[in-house]
């Protein structure tokens, strides 16, 4: 099935993909996302600049806020143009993603002045402070607590896998204001500062890439905080956090069924020459892979529509289990079938380098560890599976 978008929808995706062949620097086309924000290169700063100016950084944001106040359709065709085109449009995706839309949505004037804009341009990077030791899929479980202090809040706590919080220059933090209230009910969100007294910041690496020092843990002693820095009301916490994942999941998709699409190719491309070439067995497999990839674009797209009506798609949790599933068990069958190859990792390998094993395969190994992640990062499957349960089938907790 071939899904088509009127004439006016079709125009607007032709007119991105014109300035992106005539602005887009190389480097965009061949780099990954980030995934620190370390040493960022001076041109990642400039590509995002370069967006905001031109009203393609987040088309559905007024011009102020680097858009063009572009329909959800349109906001969808950009999207898709960049996971499709695998353009590296941010170096710090999860503030232009998820802090950023909270700020807009929840902020005062001078918050987005002092924080959304700035971030926007790429002036400054932002960090999320939601998991906890004790609290990483129930966020309704944490235990920083903040306690108001005259004009200020004070910060005791600990957050973990706090990812660009090394390098950040505020960090948007969930908190416990009302130790009394329910758990869901007590909880607010603060923009803290980094360089805030009693803020420490200790990075540490992944077992996939243990010199990638992006992950950190967060703690706060006696850290004072003014006031005016409560994003949303007092206690309304959990209706940011609520806000905040939406606006992760709503295209998170994309990126799946993107990936999904070109992952048959770049598998061939990388067993080309070995027996597993011409292996008919796989044929079963790729055509598989090749609906899920479908599968997931479809739900998308149903999903997309049921947004565009004003409508609360239930269908979400299904979305974000099926594509990140999919996209692992798809990686898991990759190394299955790559066999001692597939496991050619610098963290496993490295004593064995005299071997001369294909170090194109690397990226194979990262890529299956990473997906777990996916499964994990935005609500783990667990939780979905519980979302479907209670409010796609009705069933009882």
Known sequence: ???????????????????????????????????????????????????????????GNPPEYGGQNATLIQQFIHNEVLATRHVADSFNPQALGIIVPSIL?????????RWAIPILRGELTAALGMSEPNAGSDLAGLRTKAVLDGEEFVLNGQKVWTSGAHDADVILTFVRTDPDAPKHKGISCILVPTDTEGVTRRPFGSYISPEDLDFN???????RVPAENLLGPLNAGWKVANGSLGHERA??????????????????NAVAGTDAADDDRLVDWYGSVAIDAQAVKLLGYRTLAKTRRGMIPTEQSILKLFSSESNQDAHARAIEELGALGLDHETLSGPFRHLHLDGYMNSWFDGYLRTFAGTIAGGTSEIQRNIVAERVLGMPR
């Open 105 to 113: 949505t929840f902020g005062t004037e001078e918050q987005k002045e």
């Open 217 to 223: 843990e967060v703690f706060f002693d006696d850290a």
């Open 251 to 268: 295209m998170l998709w994309l990126n799946y069924s993107a990936a999904l699409d070109r992952f048959v190719d770049e598998f061939r």
């Open 1 to 59: 099935m071939k899904l088509t978008f009127d004439a006016e929808t079709e125009s607007f995706r032709q007119t991105f993909v014109d300035w992106l062949e005539a602005n887009m620097p190389p480097e965009a086309a061949t780099t990954e996302r980030p995934s620190s924000t370390a040493d960022l290169p001076q041109w990642a700063r400039d590509w995002q600049r370069t967006q905001f100016d031109a009203g393609w950084l987040v088309p």
